[in-house]
Nanobody, 117 residues
Framework: QVQLVESGGGLVQQGGSLRLSCAASGSPSSITTMGWYRQAPGKQRELVAT???????NYADSVKGRFTISRDNAKNTVYLQMHNLKPEDTAVYYC???????????WGQGTQVTVSS
């Protein structure tokens, strides 16, 4: 019902910046909260940031002050602007969306972010 496609991952030096994008298609009108998770090799998937349809945000303590989540409702797209990247930010980043009608959480395929020292 809802498909998510991420883009914007890549390789960057520590201290650099990247912006991730996630476009929703299908029936995005049912989506309220969208967010980003990440999973490093050998680690559990963890929440990075979330945002509601009307702009309320929540961040993991490890990224506060460095990452900014935003969304463009007209484009059905959520963004994650990442500044001052650190090697410990290296992970596969996954976009997520919660559908209120289906009560399901949808996931994108993931995009790799690698921060080198």
């Amino acid at each position: 019902q809802v498909q998510l496609v991420e883009s914007g991952g890549g390789l960057v030096q520590q201290g650099g910046s990247l912006r991730l994008s996630c476009a929703a298609s299908g029936s995005p009108s049912s989506i309220t909260t969208m967010g980003w998770y990440r999973q490093a090799p050998g680690k559990q998937r963890e929440l990075v940031a979330t945002i509601t349809k009307y702009g309320s945000t929540n961040y993991a303590d490890s990224v506060k002050g460095r990452f900014t989540i935003s969304r463009d409702n007209a484009k059905n797209t959520v963004y994650l602007q990442m500044h001052n990247l650190k090697p410990e930010d290296t992970a596969v980043y996954y976009c997520s969306a919660f559908g209120t009608i289906s009560s399901r959480t949808y996931w994108g395929q993931g995009t790799q972010v690698t921060v080198s020292s």
